[in-house]
């Protein structure tokens, strides 16, 4: 075998193994204000605890349910969806989960800092806030990895 062929099968093994972290469609507008009011809602919810026990557990339980609803929604827009600990990510994306991962416990330390001094409320806009600027900003960045990898595979 010549070793231009086989650099052209190790390129091609590796564009297929990429292909599931970049071969995606784009993200809805609504997908980061969505997940942002989920979070709120979730530690909204909490609002409900101590008092009416009924009232939380069925505001968590719609609350999963829209959780299962819009992962199914998701995993069949897209196909498969990358998981992090299935598989190996290209080095770029790679760095943008490392990110990701390293900044969510700083924001649920703000959230729970939120909660103890403000209560309830602040902590669900918070939440609200982070999270939909987080992912807002997780979403570009992950576009741009996304991007730089397919230009180096091609």
Not at 50 to 66: D, G, H, K, T
Not at 105 to 123: E, I, M, N, R
Request: proline share 8%; aromatic share 12%.
């Amino acid at each position: 075998m010549e070793s231009s062929e086989i650099r052209q099968q190790l390129a091609a093994a590796e564009r297929g193994a990429a292909a599931p972290y970049i071969d995606y469609p784009p993200t809805p507008w609504w997908y980061s204000p969505s997940i942002g009011l989920w979070a709120a809602a979730m530690i909204g919810a909490f609002t409900w605890w101590r008092e009416n026990a009924a009232l939380f557990a069925s505001s968590l339980a719609i609350l999963l349910v829209l959780e299962l609803v819009f992962l199914t929604w998701m995993r069949r827009r897209h196909g498969a969806l990358p998981m992090p600990g299935r598989g190996t990510p290209p080095p770029e994306i790679a760095a943008v989960w490392r990110g990701y991962l390293l900044t969510l416990p700083v924001v649920v330390l703000v959230v729970a800092a939120g909660w103890w001094l403000g209560g309830v409320p602040v902590a669900a806009g918070l939440a609200f806030v982070l999270a939909t600027a987080g992912l807002a900003i997780y979403e570009r960045r992950y576009a741009k990895a996304a991007a730089s990898v397919r230009s180096r595979l091609t």
